[in-house]
């Protein structure tokens, strides 16, 4: 007795048989915090980019078994836009700091 032949797949392999693949278990976290560390805690920021870049590993080894590359991507990119923004805020207070000692000992030094 012969089977039928399985129907090819429709989106790509997923380990649990024929179907759309499995979405990456931190997709949604990785998105939420590139999200929230664009708009309003850029401490977020880092953590989005190193997870996201592991993730994005992870989902390139698959080979296809895993889906979610695009929220991941998305939280990625919005990490790393995050984390340069935090730099360059602090790189400003630094210097305004610098500036306000040195205009504290000028300004101390011509009485």
Same mark, same amino acid.
């Given at each position: 007795?012969?089977? !039928? !032949?399985? !129907?090819?797949?429709?989106?790509?392999?997923? !380990?649990? @048989?024929?179907?759309?693949?499995?979405?990456?278990?931190?997709?949604?976290?990785?998105?939420?915090?590139?999200?929230?560390?664009?708009?309003? $805690?850029?401490?977020?920021?880092?953590?989005?980019?190193?997870?996201? &870049? &592991?993730?994005?590993?992870?989902?390139?080894?698959?080979?296809?078994?895993? @889906?979610?590359?695009?929220?991941?991507?998305? @939280?990625?990119? $919005?990490?790393?836009?995050?984390?340069?923004?935090?730099?360059?805020?602090?790189?400003?207070?630094?210097?305004?700091?610098?500036?306000?000692?040195?205009?504290?000992?000028?300004?101390?030094?011509?009485?």
């Amino acid at each position: 007795m012969s089977y !039928p !032949p399985p !129907p090819p797949p429709q989106y790509g392999y997923s !380990p649990y @048989g024929y179907g759309p693949p499995q979405e990456h278990p931190q997709a949604t976290l990785i998105l939420i915090l590139g999200i929230l560390g664009l708009a309003f $805690c850029q401490v977020l920021g880092p953590f989005a980019w190193v997870m996201g &870049k &592991k993730a994005l590993n992870e989902i390139d080894a698959s080979g296809g078994a895993m @889906g979610g590359r695009s929220n991941v991507m998305v @939280g990625y990119v $919005c990490g790393i836009i995050g984390s340069v923004m935090i730099i360059v805020s602090l790189l400003v207070v630094v210097f305004v700091v610098v500036l306000g000692v040195a205009g504290a000992l000028d300004s101390s030094s011509s009485y």
